[in-house]
């Protein structure tokens, strides 16, 4: 960087006031597109504007960009939040022991897509400097909002190593992710596997998919509105039950059919011609994300085919790397998914709370790498 170049930061309450094409350029790194869906500036913005990620929801803007001499070189994703929901990184143990103590946790800032739990870059930039500068700016966000602190969740490795090096806090929790080791088919995945463990997935396809229950993939200018319309009663069935409240609104899903749609995949189950299951998932450069599921008919293991199987089989006749289904899950060790650590940054403006935690994350990190090592002998490929 040369002396005369000047660094300004600002902050922008809104991704509309964020042109798409910077947006986009920052977070694609170099390439044409972003590799990772999520990334893209349509698919924050059908937060915003569908009213699914906004102040009254609880996930008020707060994205900082940083220019030199007026073009951007830096942005970095960030909400003003008033509760801990939709992150997947759950620290309602830190907010409690907060306000036992008669501080405060709320507002907090947070780096990440919402409601999304898959590893992406965020601290969008092509140099570890300005990198820098994006966790500093953040940091100094906490003061002027009266924030308890800053949370970049799903981070990349090298962002945890970023993050460290400049005094943030490390954790690590535990995903499974299905690799393709250059199968030509889901037969030839099977055929990798242990004797009982491929009958058991044989045996759960078919009962999937007994009485004529049948399964299609849905993806592009093929996708309407009566897809979404059926997609959104199982959505909000399964999102009532397990979260009490879904995240995401009908508006969200027409407005990223209208700008993404070449990067949604939605595998739904048909009976005859009713749709009663569907699984929705996003299309990135070499992997699968699995998201949303639901469905309104009890059928023995349709869930997994929906949401594990199909998208094995996808991610094979596409020629992609990998498919992420989601968080959590060990029942997933045994259709072929593998632990993977992902990592998350934390930044507390209390130095003792700061310490605090610190121990405590260390032992955390070290138990999730034991377990993800244990977790790694389970898996159901044949050994050897």
Same mark, same amino acid.
């Given at each position: 960087?040369?002396?005369?170049?000047?660094?300004?930061?600002?902050?922008?309450?809104?991704?509309?006031?964020?042109?798409?094409?910077?947006?986009?350029?920052?977070?694609?790194?170099?390439? &044409?597109?972003?590799?990772?869906?999520?990334?893209?500036?349509?698919?924050?913005?059908?937060?915003?504007?569908? /009213?699914?990620?906004?102040?009254?929801?609880?996930?008020?803007?707060?994205?900082?960009?940083?220019?030199?001499?007026?073009?951007?070189?830096?942005?970095?994703?960030?909400?003003?939040?008033?509760?801990?929901? /939709?992150?997947?990184?759950?620290?309602?143990?830190?907010?409690?022991?907060?306000?036992?103590?008669?501080?405060?946790?709320?507002?907090?800032?947070?780096?990440?897509?919402?409601?999304?739990?898959?590893?992406?870059?965020?601290?969008?930039?092509?140099?570890?400097?300005?990198?820098?500068?994006?966790?500093? &700016? &953040?940091?100094?966000?906490?003061?002027?909002?009266?924030?308890?602190?800053?949370?970049?969740?799903?981070?990349?490795?090298?962002?945890?190593?970023?993050?460290?090096?400049? /005094?943030?806090?490390?954790?690590?929790?535990?995903?499974?992710?299905?690799?393709?080791?250059?199968?030509?088919?889901?037969?030839?995945?099977?055929?990798?596997?242990?004797?009982?463990?491929?009958?058991?997935?044989?045996?759960?396809?078919?009962?999937?998919?007994?009485?004529?229950?049948?399964?299609?993939?849905?993806? /592009?200018?093929?996708?309407?509105?009566?897809?979404?319309?059926?997609?959104?009663?199982?959505?909000?069935?399964?999102?009532?039950?397990?979260?009490?409240?879904?995240?995401?609104?009908?508006?969200?899903?027409?407005?990223?059919?209208?700008?993404?749609?070449?990067?949604?995949?939605?595998?739904?189950?048909?009976?005859?011609?009713?749709?009663?299951?569907?699984?929705?998932?996003?299309?990135?450069?070499?992997?699968?994300?699995?998201?949303?599921?639901?469905?309104?008919?009890?059928?023995?293991?349709?869930?997994?085919?929906?949401?594990? *199987?199909?998208?094995?089989?996808?991610?094979?006749?596409?020629?992609?790397?990998?498919?992420?289904?989601?968080?959590?899950?060990?029942?997933?060790?045994?259709?072929?998914?593998?632990?993977?650590?992902?990592?998350?940054?934390? *930044?507390?403006?209390?130095?003792?709370?700061?310490?605090?935690?610190?121990?405590?994350?260390?032992?955390?990190?070290?138990?999730?790498?034991?377990?993800?090592?244990?977790?790694?002998? *389970?898996?159901?490929?044949?050994?050897?």
């Amino acid at each position: 960087m040369s002396e005369s170049s000047e660094l300004t930061v600002t902050v922008h309450p809104s991704t509309a006031s964020i042109p798409a094409s910077t947006w986009n350029r920052l977070a694609a790194g170099g390439s &044409a597109r972003p590799q990772n869906p999520f990334l893209e500036h349509a698919f924050f913005l059908a937060l915003e504007e569908s /009213g699914s990620a906004t102040a009254r929801t609880g996930w008020q803007p707060q994205h900082i960009v940083v220019s030199r001499d007026d073009t951007a070189v830096g942005l970095m994703p960030l909400f003003l939040k008033s509760h801990s929901m /939709g992150e997947y990184v759950f620290d309602h143990a830190w907010a409690d022991a907060i306000e036992r103590a008669g501080g405060h946790y709320y507002p907090k800032l947070q780096c990440s897509v919402p409601f999304t739990p898959a590893s992406a870059p965020k601290l969008l930039a092509a140099d570890t400097q300005t990198q820098i500068l994006l966790l500093e &700016a &953040a940091q100094a966000l906490t003061g002027k909002l009266d924030a308890s602190s800053v949370h970049a969740t799903f981070v990349t490795e090298n962002e945890e190593k970023i993050g460290a090096a400049t /005094g943030w806090l490390t954790r690590y929790d535990t995903q499974f992710h299905w690799s393709n080791d250059g199968y030509e088919s889901f037969d030839a995945f099977l055929d990798t596997l242990q004797s009982r463990k491929r009958k058991s997935i044989k045996r759960e396809r078919r009962e999937a998919l007994i009485d004529g229950i049948t399964c299609e993939w849905v993806t /592009g200018n093929d996708l309407t509105e009566s897809h979404w319309d059926a997609f959104y009663e199982f959505y909000m069935d399964t999102g009532a039950r397990k979260w009490g409240r879904p995240y995401l609104n009908r508006e969200f899903f027409s407005l990223i059919s209208e700008t993404m749609s070449d990067r949604i995949v939605l595998m739904l189950a048909r009976d005859g011609a009713q749709y009663i299951a569907g699984a929705l998932n996003f299309l990135g450069s070499d992997t699968l994300y699995g998201r949303n599921w639901g469905a309104v008919r009890d059928v023995p293991f349709l869930h997994f085919e929906l949401c594990y *199987y199909q998208a094995i089989d996808f991610a094979i006749a596409h020629g992609l790397k990998r498919v992420e289904a989601g968080a959590q899950g060990q029942h997933k060790l045994a259709r072929g998914y593998a632990p993977v650590t992902t990592r998350s940054i934390h *930044y507390l403006a209390h130095p003792g709370l700061r310490r605090a935690l610190a121990e405590y994350l260390e032992d955390e990190r070290r138990y999730v790498e034991l377990q993800n090592s244990e977790l790694a002998d *389970y898996t159901p490929f044949r050994k050897g």
